[in-house]
């Protein structure tokens, strides 16, 4: 490529503490009635005074010290100056100089690519603003998520494709949801992403004008709009134009960047220290407790499962992927007994679990099969109590209804025949009713014997023990 795409960017993650940044009113606003979770302070009204929530700067350092960041003692929140309708005091507080977290770093693995990292220059807090309607001339306002905790995380221009964006972003949120932090759904806001890009000059390797994206609120839209800004700008250029330095916007529906604003530098905002705040000194014993008590990542569980639980490489991402399915997945090998091992419970939850949770759209959060259960199934495959399909069947059956496997399989009848003389009778009705394979077999094509152990199967409705009813045959064909 001739220009080079330099990026970096901004994203925004909602924290889901139980109150608002700087007062008591919840933080959960999705789905309430407009402007419910309002008091004097988040409506600034006067004399009203901000109180820090001290959980909130917790999520924070948790997610300063997973990114290995280094952790602040010393903070300020500051004011940042500008007016909108739905900032009611008419100044966000933020954290200017002097935020929580800084030089930090998240490395990104792009498809088909090297690994990369990603330099995170800072994290800092701050509040959200509230939320505007626009219905015919007027707008309407909701100050429910007014003052919600916010970080924002500022990478520095490290980025240089739509890929390695979407690489990060989804690293990112998958680290808000294995710290239990946040939700990182974009899709109600809770994340948001912006984007810095500028192309380098091929010659002098100096960087372009920077242009800013904002509002995407979707993986796929960070990777369109980044792909449609690198092209839109390099026929600028290729034309002989200059890139302006604007803020742009996403248009979703006609998947393509359009101009908002001209962008306004830090100095429009007359960032200044809030004075309703004291200055925050964090106690080093405490940042290291938060440290301590980190769950475990996804970097350190993908390498247990790979030297530990022996998983293949592939096994080992899908179950890590989403902290959900890991989560479950530890469960379940937890109260593993009987010789059931952690690759049997692998193959179950990355097969069958993923394709009834993918036909019926649930969650596996929602998904009623208790750890023990799972367990339990897989000895009775083990114990030779059932069979494969007969396994899969009372699947189905506990993923509907959350029933003990033992309970289900005598309820069906799926026990397995696996007592010799039960399959013998069959087994000869089986060689009469067939000659053809019958002859084929005898002639030297081994494969046929499939064919009849199915018919085997077919006369048992699945019940046979298949290595069973096999050897019945040929004892019978040979003899
Ligand atoms: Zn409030």
């Excluded at 301590?292 to 592939?314: H, M, Q």
């Excluded at 009713?433 to 002859?439: E, I, M, R």
């Excluded at 064919?451 to 096999?470: D, S, W, Y």
Aim: proline share 6%; net charge negative.
């Amino acid at each position: 490529m001739k220009y080079q795409p330099v990026i970096g960017m901004e994203v925004h993650v909602e924290l889901s503490t139980k109150s608002k940044m700087f007062c008591g009113c919840s933080a959960e606003f999705f789905g309430a009635d407009p402007n419910v979770n309002t008091c004097p302070v988040c409506l600034a009204l006067p004399g009203a005074l901000p109180v820090m929530n001290k959980q909130a700067i917790a999520y924070t350092i948790m997610l300063g010290h997973a990114i290995n960041c280094e952790i602040q003692p010393h903070n300020v929140f500051a004011r940042k100056n500008y007016f909108y309708p739905d900032l009611p005091k008419g100044y966000q507080i933020s954290q200017y100089e002097l935020p929580l977290c800084l030089n930090g770093y998240v490395d990104v693995a792009p498809s088909g690519a090297e690994p990369k990292r990603i330099r995170v220059k800072r994290i800092h807090l701050e509040e959200d603003t509230g939320k505007l309607t626009h219905v015919g001339k007027n707008s309407l306002v909701d100050l429910n998520r007014a003052g919600v905790p916010l970080m924002e995380i500022v990478t520095e221009a490290d980025i240089n494709s739509a890929d390695e964006a979407y690489q990060y972003v989804t690293k990112l949120r998958q680290l808000v949801r294995y710290l239990g932090i946040g939700t990182g759904d974009m899709e109600k806001g809770a994340m948001r992403c912006e984007v810095n890009l500028s192309l380098t000059d091929p010659e002098t390797g100096e960087w372009g004008t920077k242009v800013e994206v904002k509002n995407l609120n979707s993986f796929r839209t960070v990777r369109n709009a980044i792909a449609y800004e690198i092209e839109r700008q390099t026929e600028v250029l290729e034309s002989g134009g200059s890139i302006e330095q604007v803020t742009m916007g996403w248009d979703e529906s006609r998947g393509i960047t359009l101009r908002q604003r001209v962008k306004e530098g830090d100095t429009g905002y007359r960032y200044f220290p809030e004075p309703d705040l004291p200055p925050l000194y964090l106690e080093a014993a405490w940042i290291e407790e938060l440290q301590r008590n980190l769950p475990e990542l996804p970097e350190s569980k993908l390498a247990r499962y790979l030297d530990e639980y022996k998983l293949s490489t592939k096994d080992a991402n899908i179950l890590v992927e989403d902290q959900a399915v890991a989560t479950y997945f530890d469960e379940v090998v937890a109260v593993a007994t009987d010789g059931v091992t952690p690759k049997q419970i692998s193959n179950w939850v990355t097969g069958e679990l993923f394709r009834l949770l993918g036909e019926s759209g649930n969650d596996i959060s929602e998904m009623p099969i208790k750890p023990a259960d799972l367990v339990a199934l897989i000895a009775l495959v083990n114990g030779k109590t059932i069979n494969q399909p007969g396994a899969k069947q009372t699947f189905a059956v506990m993923f509907e209804t959350g029933r003990a496997p033992k309970d289900i399989v005598e309820e069906l009848g799926l026990q397995q025949i696996s007592d010799t003389s039960a399959l013998v009778g069959i087994a000869s009705q089986v060689i009469a009713d067939n000659p053809k394979p019958v002859a084929q077999f005898k002639a030297g094509k081994q494969a046929t014997i499939k064919f009849l152990v199915g018919q085997i199967m077919r006369h048992t409705r699945g019940k046979a023990n298949p290595q069973l009813a096999e050897q019945v045959l040929r004892e019978q064909l040979q003899g």
